[in-house]
């Protein structure tokens, strides 16, 4: 990721089409309330940025009137948003239980050996973060990832998981 401009010194944060979409989840609620679009505002941040970090939860707070401790408690409450800066990759792997029954763990383990990672580690190059995910509502298609919290993946045998990190590597 590039170099976050600092709003403090008069620069914008995000660009005019990322405020321009902050500003329509805003209009979906009452002027009162529309700390309501913290959630959206975030996840718009985010997108842009690649990460939750200090200085977007400053500058959400700042649009949406709200004390940037109310941010950063959603922030860090849901884990879609990383608080840390992340790889070009983030892969999220469901472990819960009937994913874990149909070899959620065990391509997990596999995902970690291949990475020379565990959760919440980023490897050296910086390309790829792998993360724990909860449910991801494809029990069905078990072990399911997500990639950069966009991308679903299901089936994840060793070999798709092979083609799936080959196919990040070249992008």
Known sequence: ???????????????????????????????????SAVMAALAIAQDEIGWVS??????????LSMPPIAVWEVATF?????????????????????????????????????????????????RFTLVETECLGACGDSPVMLVNNKRMCSFMSAEKIDALLDELKKA
């Open 54 to 63: 200090q200085a977007v939860v400053d500058d959400v707070a700042s649009r």
């Open 1 to 35: 990721m590039s170099a976050v401009p600092n709003p403090s010194a008069g620069q914008a944060l995000l660009s005019e089409q990322a405020y321009q979409r902050i500003d329509r989840e805003v209009a979906k609620f009452p002027p009162e309330q529309k700390q």
């Open 78 to 126: 849901y884990n879609m948003y990383s608080t840390r800066q992340p790889g070009r990759f983030k892969l999220g792997i469901c472990t819960c239980l009937p994913c874990a029954l149909r070899d959620g763990e065990k391509a997990a383990s596999y995902l970690k050996t291949e990475l020379g990672i565990g959760f919440g580690e980023t490897t050296p190059d910086g």
